[in-house]
Nanobody, 126 residues
Framework: QVQLVESGGGLVQAGGSLRLSCAASGRTFSSYAMGWFRQAPGKEREFVAAIGSGGSTYYADSVKGRFAISRDNAKNTVYLQMNSLKPEDAAVYYC????????????????????WGQGTQVTVSS
């Protein structure tokens, strides 16, 4: 497992933007598949976006066109740029890493990831 630390959450008005960051430990970050998930009160944790070790990306339909996931392997960091935020985007956002085994694709299920951050709260006011 690796340690993941998210940052960048906060309160934003509907239509606004936030950028979440997730800093990872480990010397082989470039080989990890990374993902962002979110969990609203009373709901299950759900997939938001993923990026593979080769840079391929995938998004949940609910955020496609508004969110963008990216990674900077030199900084061991993955980002989630969130634009045009809606009240329904409010949740605790979690960063996740799949460290082994990893192929070049993306992973969409919670149980495919072996490391998780502590989460960062995103609140969207209407």
């Amino acid at each position: 497992q690796v340690q993941l630390v998210e940052s960048g959450g906060g309160l934003v008005q509907a239509g606004g933007s936030l950028r979440l960051s997730c800093a990872a430990s480990g010397r082989t970050f470039s080989s990890y598949a990374m993902g962002w998930f979110r969990q609203a009160p009373g709901k299950e944790r759900e997939f938001v976006a993923a990026i593979g070790s080769g840079g391929s990306t995938y998004y949940a339909d609910s955020v496609k066109g508004r969110f963008a996931i990216s990674r900077d392997n030199a900084k061991n960091t993955v980002y989630l740029q969130m634009n045009s935020l809606k009240p329904e985007d409010a949740a605790v956002y979690y960063c996740a890493a799949k460290t082994r085994p990893v192929y070049s694709g993306v992973y969409l299920r919670v149980d495919q990831y072996d490391s998780w951050g502590q989460g960062t709260q995103v609140t969207v006011s209407s």
